[in-house]
């Protein structure tokens, strides 16, 4: 008697595993079956021993185990066994069956947050975020372009950093803009600093976009826009001119 694998399912459906004699037995043959661990733990299906009969003069049976819904999304495939551990009468093949579980939860959403207004030398912090967490690493990546009707240019922004942990501790952007968020973290702070040029000039702003996450979908705010306040606004006067001789020119500096 054999136990063969079960066909893939998704989580939360019953997984059924073939248990098959070589042949027929002219008395009812009885068979218990044993679940055991595997990538899928206690939390993905119910672990059982279970007693099935193949009827005699039939050579097949099948061994039931329900899956459960375990809701953490982005999990890969998960798997466990069943082997035959008592079948009196007849030879047991030790071969265990494998069964396989399909991730059955819906992908996370990811969005990026408000957008902020800063004073020049200040940092802007933007918040992306996923609607719930994963079982498995999310990657995004993130582009920064000046835009609007004053657009920043290369010298108005600094280092780019981003944080998985709250802002405790924050790690460059890849020159690549892909970020990874590990499992279970559901925000990253991505820190752009600006430059105080010292320069007079009008407001100006900068977009920060994500696209093509792994393991979540986009959700509807995929770009904010930030601004950095019109700074340095040159102040003109007029000193005092120096004292000339009548019939000079008196000339005073602005």
């Given at each position: 008697?054999s136990?063969?694998n079960a066909?893939?399912v998704t ?8 248990v098959t004699?070589?042949?027929p037995?002219?008395?009812?043959t009885?068979v218990?079956?044993?679940?055991t661990?595997?990538?899928a ?7 059982t021993t279970?007693t099935i009969?193949?009827?005699a ?6 061994f ?10 982005g999990e890969?495939n998960?798997?466990f066994?069943?082997?035959?551990t008592?079948?009196?009468?007849v030879?047991i ?8 579980i399909?991730?059955?939860t819906?992908?996370p959403?990811i ?5 902020q207004?800063?004073a020049e ?5 933007n918040?992306?975020t ?6 498995v690493?999310?990657?995004v990546?993130l582009a920064?372009?000046?835009n ?7 010298a108005d922004l600094g280092a780019q950093t ?7 501790t924050f790690?460059p952007?890849?020159?690549?803009g892909i970020?990874t968020?590990?499992?279970?973290v559901?925000?990253?702070?991505v820190?752009?600093a600006?430059?105080n040029?010292?320069?007079g000039?009008?407001a100006?702003t ?5 696209s093509?996450?792994?393991n979540a ?10 601004t950095i ?6 102040t003109?006067s007029v000193?005092?001119?120096p004292?000339v001789t009548?019939?000079?020119n008196?000339?005073?500096p602005?």
């Amino acid at each position: 008697v054999s136990v063969g694998n079960a066909p893939a399912v998704t989580e939360g459906t019953n997984s059924v595993f073939p248990v098959t004699l070589s042949n027929p037995s002219s008395v009812d043959t009885v068979v218990t079956l044993t679940t055991t661990t595997g990538t899928a733990g206690t939390a993905d299906f119910t672990t059982t021993t279970t007693t099935i009969t193949i009827p005699a003069g039939q050579t097949t049976g099948s061994f039931t185990v329900p899956t459960l819904v375990d809701a953490i999304p982005g999990e890969p495939n998960e798997t466990f066994t069943a082997a035959i551990t008592a079948a009196p009468g007849v030879t047991i093949n030790p071969a265990p069956g494998t069964g396989t579980i399909i991730d059955g939860t819906p992908l996370p959403l990811i969005t990026i947050g408000a957008p902020q207004t800063v004073a020049e030398g200040t940092a802007t912090d933007n918040v992306i975020t996923l609607s719930t967490a994963t079982g498995v690493p999310v990657t995004v990546t993130l582009a920064t372009a000046g835009n609007g009707l004053n657009p920043t240019v290369g010298a108005d922004l600094g280092a780019q950093t981003y944080s998985t942990d709250g802002g405790l501790t924050f790690l460059p952007v890849p020159a690549s803009g892909i970020l990874t968020i590990p499992a279970g973290v559901t925000s990253v702070t991505v820190r752009t600093a600006t430059i105080n040029d010292v320069i007079g000039e009008p407001a100006e702003t900068f977009a920060l976009s994500i696209s093509a996450p792994t393991n979540a979908n986009l959700g509807a705010a995929t770009s904010v826009t930030n601004t950095i306040s019109a700074s340095d606004t040159p102040t003109v006067s007029v000193g005092n001119a120096p004292a000339v001789t009548e019939g000079t020119n008196s000339v005073f500096p602005v």
